[in-house]
């Protein structure tokens, strides 16, 4: 077998002399699902967010999420290590006093079945 001396700038070539094709300039996309073209519209910008708006957000989401209240008839629920203590900064430090991860979850929960009621009861129905 011969060896192939010439330069080619769209692929790579390993040791094993095989064609390392995810560095190929045809290949844009690992998984090639997006294709991109020159007429594609620009997004526009987000508008800014100002000062006021943040606090009426924080306001709102810590009216949901985070007011202190004891619950009752509690059941306890395996949570990884990690997902626990990013739950208990957020509960602790966006938190009033008495806000605790309990609540916290107990709140995200409701919201997302109450989101997703609808969807819930039709899936039950397959």
Do not use: C
């Amino acid at each position: 077998m011969t060896k192939d001396n010439s330069i080619n700038s769209n692929s790579t070539v390993n040791s094993n002399e095989s064609v390392d094709i995810l560095n190929t300039t045809t290949s844009d996309n690992l998984f090639n699902d997006e294709q991109t073209t020159p007429e594609t519209p620009i997004p526009p910008k987000q508008q800014r967010v100002g000062k006021q708006q943040r606090k009426s957000d924080f306001a709102a989401f810590k009216e949901t999420y985070l007011l202190p209240s004891k619950l009752t008839k509690r059941h306890f629920v395996n949570i990884e290590e990690s997902v626990w203590k990013l739950l208990e900064r957020v509960a602790r430090i966006l938190g009033d006093r008495g806000s605790n991860v309990g609540r916290y979850i107990n709140a995200i929960l409701s919201e997302h079945l109450k989101i997703y009621a609808s969807d819930i009861e039709v899936w039950r129905k397959l």
